[in-house]
């Protein structure tokens, strides 16, 4: 039964990584890219369009075809389920668990922007999201004096990000260990506020800068 292409709507959501999923699939069935394109109806050249152009946009009869020669379906090709919660896809043939080198943390962690600190308190451990940037090899992010995120000052902590794909279910994430201090140095904290990427999403006055000096740094990755 063919499948209904989902809304435009749903698809500019998750377009971005369509070339992506078209390429991973194909080399996983073993398709060249000639073979794919003449399977499906389509020039090779528009092909390799579709999977190096992060804002191509195709129509939902150039998706069906597509992931009737992939063996998928179009949900799984535009990452239509990538507003779900993570983790109930099924483990991806040939999974394996990669450890990652420092360097190649330190770049993760460099690209990405919300982390999670875990924070020792008064009631226990507590674990709270953070917008951070990486400045100097350091973790630094602001909040309100007094927050659970700013009870990390004076603290040895850990802060952890990851990334999930659960159409292809893998994904990678990064463990820091380290000591965590409230910025006081006024120069300090300008230069931070020149350097950092974005600001807090959740909003208000949070001019409070934190920043964790990493003593440890690990990571792993699970690939197919």
């Given at each position: 039964?063919?499948?209904?292409?989902?809304?435009?709507?749903?698809?500019?959501?998750?377009?971005?990584?369509?070339?992506?999923?078209?390429?991973?699939?194909?080399?996983?069935?073993g398709?060249?890219?000639?073979?794919?394109?003449?399977r499906?109806?389509?020039?090779?050249?528009y092909?390799?369009y579709?999977?190096?152009?992060?804002?191509?946009?195709?129509?939902?009869?150039?998706?069906?075809?597509?992931?009737?020669v992939?063996?998928?379906?179009v949900?799984?090709?535009?990452g239509?389920?990538?507003?779900?919660?993570?983790?109930?896809?099924?483990?991806?043939p040939?999974?394996?668990l990669?450890?990652?080198?420092v360097?190649?943390?330190?770049?993760?962690?460099?690209d990405?922007?919300v982390?999670?600190?875990?924070?020792p308190?008064?009631?226990g451990?507590?674990?709270?999201?953070?917008?951070?940037?990486?400045v100097?090899?350091?973790?630094?992010?602001?909040?309100e004096p007094?927050?659970?995120?700013?009870?990390?000052s004076?603290?040895?902590?850990a802060?952890e990000?990851?990334?999930?794909?659960?159409?292809?279910?893998t994904g990678?994430?990064?463990?820091?260990?380290?000591?965590?201090?409230?910025?006081?140095?006024?120069g300090?904290?300008?230069?931070?506020?020149?350097?950092?990427?974005?600001?807090?999403?959740?909003?208000?006055?949070?001019?409070?800068?934190?920043?964790?000096?990493?003593?440890?740094?690990?990571?792993?990755?699970?690939?197919?």
């Amino acid at each position: 039964m063919a499948e209904q292409a989902p809304s435009r709507a749903a698809q500019g959501q998750a377009l971005g990584d369509l070339g992506r999923r078209i390429a991973a699939r194909r080399v996983e069935l073993g398709l060249s890219r000639h073979e794919t394109a003449d399977r499906a109806g389509m020039a090779p050249g528009y092909l390799k369009y579709l999977e190096e152009r992060p804002g191509a946009a195709p129509g939902s009869g150039v998706l069906l075809r597509l992931a009737e020669v992939l063996e998928t379906t179009v949900r799984d090709l535009t990452g239509g389920d990538a507003g779900l919660p993570p983790g109930p896809g099924r483990p991806a043939p040939g999974a394996r668990l990669v450890e990652l080198s420092v360097p190649e943390c330190r770049a993760l962690l460099a690209d990405h922007g919300v982390g999670r600190i875990a924070v020792p308190t008064a009631s226990g451990p507590v674990v709270v999201p953070v917008n951070y940037s990486v400045v100097d090899g350091a973790i630094v992010f602001r909040t309100e004096p007094g927050s659970t995120p700013a009870q990390a000052s004076g603290c040895q902590v850990a802060f952890e990000a990851d990334r999930i794909d659960d159409a292809f279910s893998t994904g990678w994430s990064v463990l820091v260990r380290g000591h965590a201090r409230t910025v006081t140095d006024p120069g300090e904290a300008a230069r931070f506020d020149g350097l950092a990427r974005g600001a807090p999403w959740a909003g208000g006055h949070r001019e409070e800068w934190v920043r964790i000096d990493p003593v440890a740094i690990t990571g792993r990755r699970i690939t197919a």
